[in-house]
């Protein structure tokens, strides 16, 4: 893998991450609409990450199976289907007939904890995003 492979892989992963923490940020903005402008609940969402890869040359010729890995991108944004919390509170202008409100099924602790995990990534691929480009200068520094 070239520099500027591993400059692309890098950045890659950060993109990605950084659509997670959006992802998160939302979640966590919307932990207690009951509605939005349809009238349903809020549903919490989660990002689904795939491989970013393309076939080599020799798979092109052949029909080996081998693929260069080109970092990760998103593939889709899903909403959690599980239910919500109900909470009674008969005065709510959402409350059911039996005074029950249905709350997202957006859990807090788990969003910080995901969000932890997702800056944890960015900070990775930061790092060896700057160890590569301090490689590559180090390169430069090479021929004088």
Known sequence: MSLFGAMD??????TAQQTRMDTISENIANANTTRDGNGNVYRRKTV????KSYPTFSESLSLANGRIGKGV?????VEDTSQGNMVYDPSH??????????????????????MIDATRAYEANVTVLNSTKGMALK?????Q
Request: net charge negative.
């Open 48 to 51: 689904l990450f795939e491989e």
């Open 93 to 114: 202008p959402d409350a059911n007939e039996d005074g029950y409100v249905i709350y997202p099924n957006v859990n807090t602790v788990t969003e910080m904890t995901n």
């Open 139 to 143: 390169a430069l520094d090479i021929g």
């Open 73 to 77: 991108k998103v593939s889709q944004i």
């Open 9 to 14: 892989v890098s950045a890659t992963g950060m």
